[in-house]
């Protein structure tokens, strides 16, 4: 596979990243409004639930980033090849991690 197929797939794997946070999105801002909504949250502190609502659109914009990046790259900007490599690496392990926490958060 060549460098602008192997662009194309990595360009389509943070557009599918991107779908992936937008349905995590209402589900941190669902524990959002409840951490805010009561005195004491069953989540954590309200630091810890404001910092995870948080992640989700920050990594939004970095998986928007990342295809904007590939994007280039693909368009024949070769320089921005690499980016677009380091950001889905780095994507692809947060976003693991936030599912991790995500179940944590769903089973308590």
Known sequence: MGLHETLIVETEAAFTILGLLLVFLP?????LARAESSDTTMYGSHVLVIALAWSVPVLIVLAGLDATFGLFAIWGHEEAAKPTAFLLLLLTWLVALLAVVAVKIRAT
Do not use: A, D, K, S
């Open 27 to 31: 589900m941190f801002l669902t524990v």
